[in-house]
């Protein structure tokens, strides 16, 4: 089986933390045909992998990161339709789409749309980039909304909600925290952290991305850069708290869901399992080559989409390497250790004993989980026990 994962460049507005290939729409003239344009030579590339591959049974399909009125619920459904001629939609275990939650009776309208056109896909799931509660970090971001449009979207949201929706919703620790009257500093103000609270416990919300921002001195907006690293980290432990207190079950370093609704498709990332790229700058894996397409508009108009450059053939040491370290992320344990010793610093059995007094790391058997704490720290582990990344 193969997953598609299709990256939708258009947006409103690029936000300040932003550094993916992403097109603002007002940068570009006549937007309407150069959207078309693209479109067009999205079927091409479709067309391509379907006459290439042999196993066309989809296992996932998913379009990430876009602003959902600059591309239209319909010229989505037509993607997804195009695609249904092309692979075989029999097994497909997720239909996946994220969402800027601006403008949002457009996004609105276009839940309840996909939710009509698609009511037996077994999983349609919508993940939302709601980011912050923070108006200030909002504005600076150049995020279009703020808490109050967030709380008049969700409640309308989730009047929306089928049997077969999975709603995750993504936040982004920025190390920003306000003084209290008391004088202690404190995440948000009283009355949002209630309503995130509670909105938790609504039953609506079925899984969570919580990130760290970071803390790059060279990105393009340097005031978004409210703390320091610590600070980021702090603010990404309490939101986690919150979420954990809530009854939500972390299945990878950033990511949360309650039993049974973690994201089928990242996980095809983690188990290494084959998916292909489509659209700008989008990456594959398959055949055990990981490739990137171009991220030249015109290159990708003449469909020439796979950047040559960025095709790399993985040996038997890049593959185990790439699979110790996708899988440490996430709660499943690394089954074999001694498959990855080839791999591992001489003095790994040591580091990990050092680990596990910390109650960082569970070894049981030759079998290898990070704990929960382990997880917070996952860089230092990684690169103080593979010989390389």
């Not at 932003?18 to 693209?38: A, D, G, K, R, V």
């Not at 009283?190 to 760290?212: A, I, P």
């Not at 869901?257 to 292909?276: D, T």
Request: aromatic content about 16%.
């Amino acid at each position: 089986m193969i997953s598609l994962y299709i990256h939708i460049p258009f947006c409103t507005s690029k936000c300040a933390y932003c550094s993916f290939n992403s097109m603002p729409i007002f940068q570009l003239e006549n937007y309407e045909l150069q959207i078309t344009n693209y479109m067009d030579a999205l079927k091409k590339e479709i067309d391509y992998y379907a006459e290439t591959l042999t196993d066309k049974a989809l296992k996932t399909l998913y379009f990430w990161w876009w602003t959902p009125s600059k591309i239209g619920i319909f010229r989505i459904i037509d993607i997804i339709e195009y695609i249904r001629t092309k692979f075989d939609f029999e097994e497909l275990a997720e239909l996946s789409i994220e969402l800027n939650p601006y403008p949002e009776e457009e996004v609105l309208n276009f839940v309840e749309v996909l939710n009509k056109k698609y009511p037996k896909i077994s999983r349609l799931r919508y993940s939302f980039g709601i980011q912050s509660f923070d108006d200030e970090v909002l504005k600076t971001t150049w995020r279009a909304y703020t808490f109050w449009t967030i709380v008049e979207f969700l409640r309308a949201l989730v009047k929306l909600k089928q049997d077969n929706n999975v709603f995750n919703f993504d936040f982004i620790a920025f190390g920003k925290f306000q003084v209290s009257k008391n004088g202690f500093k404190q995440l948000w103000h009283e009355f949002k952290r209630e309503f995130f609270k509670k909105f938790l416990d609504s039953g609506y919300v079925d899984s969570l991305s919580v990130y760290t921002l970071e803390n790059i001195k060279d990105k393009p907006c340097p005031a978004i850069y409210y703390g320091t690293d610590d600070e980021i980290i702090e603010e990404f432990l309490i939101l986690k708290s919150v979420v954990e207190d809530s009854g939500f079950l972390r299945y990878e370093i950033s990511n949360f869901a309650r039993a049974g609704k973690a994201s089928i498709h990242n996980m095809v990332y983690w188990n290494m399992e084959p998916y292909i790229g489509l659209w700008l700058s989008a990456s594959s894996f398959f055949g055990n080559k990981r490739r990137t397409n171009t991220s030249d508009i015109k290159q990708y108009l003449e469909w020439k989409y796979i950047d040559e450059k960025e095709v790399h053939v993985l040996n038997a040491s890049d593959l185990l390497i790439e699979e110790f370290f996708l899988r440490l992320r996430t709660t499943e344990w690394i089954a074999d250790l001694l498959k990855f010793i080839s791999v591992l610093v001489p003095n790994y059995e040591s580091l990990l004993e050092t680990y596990m007094k910390a109650w960082l790391v569970d070894v049981y058997e030759n079998r290898l989980q990070l704990t929960d704490e382990g997880m917070n720290v996952y860089n230092s582990i990684i690169t103080d026990v593979l010989q390389k990344l």
